[in-house]
């Protein structure tokens, strides 16, 4: 009989983790099969190749803060209100994640890869939404999307 109810329990305690473990929240970027680039110019190369990036976009890119640092390595400007960002490591890149997931300003899209990301401040600069094909270069660049903020 005891070994009856610790079979139960076993199995009740394993049916409630399951669902648990595939809600992890979305806060997090994960990172294991993503592309990874050298340099802001291979990775600006690669998103320029899909989006067709402005050649002189007017502007200058936002950036990330933590700890009183920048959190990029590098950064440049594919639109006006849409950037490239390069990080030295995937916890500067966690970090700037969790900046943009808690901004009040408005949704960011954005697509990121393990060392990089593609932030889209359109909503935020100007209230309109994105021109530019985020699934696309998500898949191109086997990168992940994500659409954060509120």
């Given at each position: 009989?005891?070994?009856?109810?610790?079979?139960?329990?076993?199995v009740a305690t394993f049916?409630?983790?399951?669902?648990?473990?595939?809600?992890?929240?979305?806060?997090?970027?994960?990172?294991?099969?993503?592309?990874?680039?050298?340099?802001?110019?291979?990775?600006?190369?690669?998103?320029?190749?899909?989006?067709?990036?402005?050649?002189?976009?007017?502007?200058?890119?936002?950036?990330?803060?933590?700890?009183?640092?920048?959190?990029?390595?590098?950064?440049?400007?594919?639109?006006?209100?849409?950037?490239?960002?390069?990080?030295?490591?995937?916890?500067?890149?966690?970090?700037?994640?969790?900046?943009?997931?808690?901004?009040?300003?408005?949704?960011?899209?954005?697509?990121?890869?393990?060392?990089?990301?593609?932030?889209?401040?359109?909503?935020?600069?100007?209230?309109?939404?994105?021109?530019?094909?985020?699934?696309?270069?998500?898949?191109?660049?086997?990168?992940?999307?994500?659409?954060?903020?509120?």
């Amino acid at each position: 009989m005891k070994r009856g109810r610790l079979v139960e329990a076993a199995v009740a305690t394993f049916m409630v983790a399951i669902p648990l473990t595939g809600c992890a929240p979305q806060d997090q970027p994960q990172s294991e099969n993503l592309r990874t680039f050298s340099s802001i110019d291979e990775a600006y190369t690669a998103v320029d190749g899909i989006l067709g990036c402005e050649s002189d976009p007017a502007g200058e890119p936002i950036v990330p803060i933590g700890d009183g640092v920048p959190l990029t390595a590098a950064q440049k400007l594919c639109f006006e209100n849409v950037q490239l960002d390069l990080y030295p490591d995937q916890n500067a890149l966690r970090e700037s994640y969790q900046l943009l997931s808690n901004t009040n300003q408005g949704k960011i899209h954005l697509v990121y890869g393990k060392n990089w990301m593609v932030v889209d401040f359109s909503r935020k600069a100007g209230g309109q939404p994105s021109t530019w094909n985020t699934e696309r270069l998500a898949k191109e660049l086997n990168g992940e999307y994500a659409s954060v903020g509120t």
